[in-house]
């Protein structure tokens, strides 16, 4: 068994989310925006916590649950629409 690690199986989807389908959105590309993007759509889902071996987290993302699917499509949505209302770069 390889080390194991304690991951926040949310916070790694959301990662996943935002790489895939950020650049497609009309939003500011900016580090600033997408981290905060990122912040209010971990702000609006329960974590998931889980044990892993090191390297093995990205093999469990691929089977995420398509109603997840949903709720991570709706907070990432409802999260950039609250970006472009107030974003916070100069």
Excluded at 30 to 41: L, S
Aim: charged share 25%; hydrophobic share 40%; with cysteine.
């Amino acid at each position: 068994m390889g080390e194991l690690q304690l991951r926040n199986y949310t916070e790694e989807a959301v990662k996943l989310y935002v790489d895939r389908w950020y650049k497609e959105a009309n939003i500011c590309q900016c580090e600033i925006c997408r981290m905060d993007v990122m912040a209010i759509m971990l702000n609006n889902l329960a974590p998931k916590y889980i044990v892993t071996d090191k390297g093995a987290l990205y093999a469990q993302l691929k089977d995420f649950d398509p109603q997840n699917k949903i709720d991570f499509m709706t907070a990432m949505t409802l999260a950039i629409k609250s970006v472009k209302k107030s974003p916070r770069h100069q």
